[in-house]
């Protein structure tokens, strides 16, 4: 089995920063694409940001120029840095990778979610 341990959430005040790590740990052979995903009250899960494991990267348009997103490939590690923040950045964030074990299959897993609130 393969787990996904994130860290990093909080409460933040408007035009602050976090910054989010999840690390990846278990029958991992291999890692192709680390994202984030966040999930608002009433509101479906949407991606926030992925990275390839060849470090080709996706945004969300809402958080282009704000957010950064990074990964260790020796560490099995994805970050999250979050720059100017916003309130309708509040939410529950995920992280989500897709890992080769050693069956030689392919399998997405998700982290158990860390709450980012941004408010004043």
């Known amino acids: 089995q393969v787990q996904l341990v994130e860290s990093g959430g909080g409460l933040v005040q408007p035009g602050g920063s976090l910054r989010l790590s999840c690390a990846a740990s278990g029958d991992i052979l291999n890692i192709n694409t680390m994202g984030w995903y966040r999930q608002a009250p009433g509101k479906q899960r949407e991606l926030v940001a992925q990275i390839t494991s060849l470090g080709t990267t996706t945004y969300e348009d809402s958080v282009k120029g704000r957010f950064a997103i990074s990964r260790d490939n020796a560490k099995n590690t994805v970050s999250l840095q979050m720059n100017t923040l916003k309130p309708e950045d509040t939410a529950v964030y995920y992280c989500?990778?897709?890992?080769?074990?050693?069956?030689?299959?392919?399998?997405?897993?998700w982290g158990q979610g860390t709450q980012v609130t941004v408010s004043s």
């Open positions: 989500n990778a897709e890992v080769l074990m050693s069956t030689m299959l392919w399998n997405t897993y």
